[in-house]
Every structure is written in structure tokens, then in C-alpha cells.
């Protein structure tokens, strides 16, 4: 069944529409009963955001150099940047926070919703009992809820791969030119909050390559690629290297430290046995 058909049966339905409002209820209002104050490193991504705002620097501490910072260990910055839009737009309210995650997860409910329909209804017969009986423990997953209540980027990233792979899914069925280009957008805003999308990103590139659809390939990649150049930039500008994820950021920090240690004894090693 196509994605148009797919949509039109669940959006004419009344129940579903109260459904998604229900599992939005339910999600923000277990964030506004139980309040999570940030801690680890939802704290950590917090205090960069808020950072963002107030210096306008990418950083989790004040006063220290920017190249000695932490904050580049830290998984970003996408979901840092995310959070502060809205803490820039809304002032430090997390609870504006809850419910923007509460809505992405029902929007991504909504994206696997017309998957499934498109993939695995059958026809134009379509059994709500069955659908529900799949959805209703993905909706309701306690985990997934509880993320939505932090300042953790998960559901962010959880957003952003639903929607990836609805247009990539939706690009196949049928080509054009704007799908692939929000297809590039969604994977490259996925890559900045974490890295590991550069996965979804292969699979991706591989499938069209095995279809042929070359000018998707480009066009996804070059989007893609084109995303991570203002990070790239910043990254050179303030530790002099290439560096694209926080992951690699943060590995050569690690061992210019442990160079900076090897070096500093055979310093002393020389100059002792000049002596």
C-alpha cells in the first residue's frame, strides 16, 4: 500500500487521533509529575546549552581554555544546540523541553504508523486489532517515556532516525527531489547527535546503490556532508584539527595528554643524564 493510502486510513480514523493524544498525556504528564532535575550528563549537555546562550562558546565550563574544555567528550552537539533553540526562544524552562520531546515521540509514532500500515496491512482490508496490539507496547514503553522527561539527547536521536527512514522508505516508492533533500537534512542533523547514524547513513547509500538511484546517492551524501561543515570549522578553528564527531575530539585529547606525559619524562630522562 502506498504512503499516501497508508495516511488517509489513519488520519480518518477518530481513535487514532485520540490514541496519539493519550500517549501525549501520558508522556508529558509523567515528566511534569516527576520532574527530573538534570544529573550526569544530562546536566553536562545542559550547562553547554545554557553556555551557547549566555558566552555564545560551545563550552561546559567557564574560564578554562576552550581547547582544554570538556564539553568536546560530550555527545554533541546536536542535542545541545537543540536544547539551546529552545531555551533561546522559550528562556530555561524544561518543562517547554518535556513537551517538545513528548511531541517529536508522538510524531514518530505517527512516521511508524504509516510504515507499518504501508508495509504490512495487507490491502485495503486493515485490522485495527491487530495494529493496535503491535503499537500499543512501542507507545506505552516506560523507557522511552522516561526519556522524554530528561534532558538526554536519545529522543531527539529517536525522532530523527524515524523520520530518516520514513523519506528514505517514501523516496523509494517514489523519487523526488525535495524527499532526498530532507532525507539528507534528517541524517545529517542525526549524525551531529550521534555519531553512530553514520550506520543508517551506509545502509542507506547501499540501497541506492543497489537500485541505481545515483542522484539520490548524490544528493543525500553531498546534504549530508554539507551539514557538518560548520562543526568541522569550529573544530579546526579551536584544536587545529580536523575533527568530526566529539568521539574523535575527545580520543585526541586523550592521548595528547599521554604524549604530552611520554615527552615530558624523556625531557627529564635528557636532561638527567646530561647532568
Same mark, same amino acid.
Given at each position: 500500500?502506498?504512503?499516501?493510502?497508508?495516511?488517509?486510513?489513519?488520519?480518518?480514523?477518530?481513535?487514532?487521533?485520540?490514541?496519539?493524544?493519550?500517549?501525549?498525556?501520558?508522556?508529558?504528564?509523567?515528566?511534569?509529575?516527576?520532574?527530573?532535575?538534570?544529573?550526569?550528563?544530562?546536566?553536562?549537555?545542559?550547562?553547554?546549552?545554557?553556555?551557547?546562550?549566555?558566552?555564545?562558546?560551545?563550552? +561546559? /565550563?567557564?574560564? =578554562? $581554555?576552550?581547547?582544554?574544555?570538556?564539553?568536546?567528550? *560530550?555527545?554533541?552537539?546536536?542535542? !545541545?544546540?537543540? %536544547?539551546?533553540?529552545?531555551?533561546?526562544?522559550?528562556?530555561?524552562?524544561?518543562?517547554?523541553?518535556?513537551?517538545?520531546?513528548?511531541?517529536?515521540?508522538?510524531?514518530?509514532?505517527?512516521?511508524?504508523?504509516?510504515?507499518?500500515?504501508?508495509?504490512?496491512?495487507?490491502?485495503?482490508?486493515?485490522?485495527?486489532?491487530?495494529?493496535?496490539?503491535?503499537?500499543?507496547?512501542?507507545?506505552?514503553?516506560?523507557?522511552?517515556?522516561?526519556?522524554?522527561?530528561?534532558?538526554?539527547?536519545?529522543?531527539?536521536?529517536?525522532? +530523527? /532516525?524515524?523520520? =530518516? $527512514?520514513?523519506?528514505?522508505?517514501?523516496?523509494?516508492? *517514489?523519487?523526488?527531489?525535495?524527499? !532526498?533533500?530532507? %532525507?539528507?537534512?534528517?541524517?545529517?542533523?542525526?549524525?551531529?547527535?550521534?555519531?553512530?547514524?553514520?550506520?543508517?547513513?551506509?545502509?542507506?547509500?547501499?540501497?541506492?546503490?543497489?537500485?541505481?538511484?545515483?542522484?539520490?546517492?548524490?544528493?543525500?551524501?553531498?546534504?549530508?556532508?554539507?551539514?557538518?561543515?560548520?562543526?568541522?570549522?569550529?573544530?579546526?578553528?579551536?584544536?587545529?584539527?580536523?575533527?568530526?564527531?566529539?568521539?574523535?575530539?575527545?580520543?585526541?585529547?586523550?592521548?595528547?595528554?599521554?604524549?604530552?606525559?611520554?615527552?615530558?619524562?624523556?625531557?627529564?630522562?635528557?636532561?638527567?643524564? *646530561?647532568?
Amino acid at each position: 500500500m502506498s504512503i499516501k493510502k497508508s495516511a488517509e486510513i489513519l488520519f480518518s480514523a477518530r481513535h487514532f487521533w485520540l490514541f496519539l493524544s493519550l500517549v501525549f498525556l501520558v508522556s508529558f504528564g509523567y515528566s511534569l509529575v516527576h520532574q527530573i532535575k538534570p544529573s550526569v550528563d544530562a546536566r553536562a549537555y545542559n550547562e553547554i546549552a545554557k553556555n551557547i546562550i549566555d558566552v555564545g562558546e560551545y563550552r +561546559l /565550563s567557564i574560564g =578554562s $581554555l576552550l581547547e582544554k574544555d570538556d564539553a568536546i567528550v *560530550k555527545v554533541g552537539p546536536g542535542y !545541545e544546540f537543540f %536544547l539551546a533553540g529552545v531555551y533561546f526562544i522559550f528562556g530555561y524552562k524544561y518543562w517547554v523541553v518535556w513537551a517538545l520531546q513528548s511531541l517529536m515521540f508522538v510524531s514518530s509514532l505517527v512516521f511508524l504508523a504509516v510504515l507499518i500500515v504501508s508495509l504490512f496491512s495487507g490491502g485495503e482490508n486493515f485490522k485495527w486489532r491487530a495494529f493496535y496490539c503491535v503499537f500499543i507496547p512501542a507507545a506505552f514503553f516506560i523507557d522511552v517515556i522516561e526519556l522524554n522527561a530528561t534532558l538526554l539527547s536519545e529522543s531527539l536521536f529517536i525522532f +530523527l /532516525s524515524v523520520v =530518516s $527512514l520514513f523519506f528514505f522508505y517514501w523516496s523509494l516508492e *517514489k523519487r523526488k527531489w525535495w524527499k !532526498e533533500i530532507i %532525507l539528507g537534512i534528517a541524517l545529517g542533523l542525526l549524525y551531529l547527535v550521534r555519531p553512530v547514524a553514520l550506520v543508517i547513513l551506509f545502509a542507506f547509500l547501499v540501497a541506492f546503490i543497489l537500485k541505481k538511484y545515483y542522484r539520490s546517492l548524490i544528493l543525500v551524501l553531498a546534504i549530508f556532508s554539507v551539514m557538518q561543515v560548520p562543526w568541522v570549522l569550529r573544530n579546526y578553528n579551536v584544536y587545529g584539527k580536523i575533527l568530526l564527531t566529539h568521539t574523535t575530539a575527545g580520543e585526541w585529547i586523550y592521548y595528547r595528554e599521554i604524549i604530552r606525559v611520554i615527552t615530558g619524562n624523556i625531557e627529564a630522562i635528557l636532561i638527567y643524564i *646530561k647532568k
